[in-house]
């Protein structure tokens, strides 16, 4: 799949959509499928100094088009990809496809024994994928294993919740659709635009399993982004919002460093987008699957 299918791997859309012939959701009892935009109208809880605004920045895979790493896929991220694509399931869907997943991932995390469960729930509708102006039919493949493809659509919704032994937990929200209607899927070509991502965590560490102790907000609308080979995108932008900070990122070539400007509503910033390697490649979701 291309990158702009890769760094989609966000699931699910419970909320209707665009697009002629069908493709809307049903009733699936998925925990994913309440994820709304609605979501995130929410404030982030935290802060961030220019110093950390900048490495926040830095390290968001999203900002590249093949984002520098010292090492391959980590051994959560493969357990994670397996089990995706043992539960997952992909059927026609009017005139699209739809992916959906539910599934306990306890066993991927390091902590494991100190962990009572990690369930992760997706679905991806309007769902499709074009090779050279053939429709791939995605039900014979894999989440994780199907053709590249030159074109597609997609509305994801993405949850997970993670509960420790001591009551501490943490939950995920993630919807990917259009930034004009959030109901509306995105489509990509070789131009990705229109489609916003967004990401909300909310924090339980009060060892009570109800006491909100953090809320982390992220957003990235993408904005007639084009891509080549290289590090960086060819051109195009994205608007972002990271904690207290918004700002664009702007792509001049594809090795070309990229430069943004960021604000937190009294002190305007500017800088050269810097990768710094990874230990692994696999960050293609934002930290979803660490």
Request: aromatic share 14%.
């Amino acid at each position: 799949m291309p990158y702009f299918a890769i760094i989609l791997l966000f699931v699910l859309a419970g909320c209707g959509g665009g697009g002629s012939g069908g493709g809307s959701s049903s009733s699936s009892g998925l925990l994913a499928e309440s994820v709304s935009i609605d979501d995130f109208n929410v404030v982030s809880t935290y802060e961030l100094t220019e110093q950390q605004i900048r490495e926040r920045i830095n390290d968001e895979s999203v900002f590249y088009r093949d984002k520098p790493s010292s090492g391959g896929i980590s051994a959560r991220s493969e357990c994670i990809n397996d089990l995706e694509d043992l539960y997952g399931t992909i059927g026609p869907s009017g005139d699209y496809y739809r992916y959906e997943f539910q599934h306990d991932m306890k066993n991927c995390s390091s902590d494991a024994n100190i962990t009572k469960s990690e369930m992760t729930s997706e679905i991806r509708s309007y769902y499709s994928e074009t090779i050279n102006g053939e429709k791939t039919n995605l039900s014979e493949y894999t989440i994780n294993n199907n053709p590249s493809s030159t074109s597609g659509t997609f509305l994801t919704q993405y949850f997970r919740e993670k509960i420790w032994n001591n009551n501490n937990k943490y939950y995920v929200n993630f919807l990917a659709s259009s930034a004009s209607n959030p109901v509306i899927h995105c489509s990509y070509t070789s131009v990705f635009n229109n489609c916003e991502f967004r990401y909300k965590w909310v924090y339980y560490y009060n060892n009570d399993l109800k006491t909100v102790t953090g809320v982390s907000l992220k957003k990235f609308e993408f904005k007639n982004v084009t891509q080549s080979g290289g590090t960086y995108y060819a051109s195009g932008s994205i608007n972002f919002r990271i904690e207290n900070w918004a700002g664009t990122m702007t792509f001049s070539g594809s090795s070309t460093p990229s430069t943004y400007t960021a604000y937190n509503g009294s002190q305007t910033i500017t800088g050269t987008l810097g990768p710094t390697s990874t230990g692994f490649a696999d960050d293609e979701i934002g930290g979803l699957k660490y």
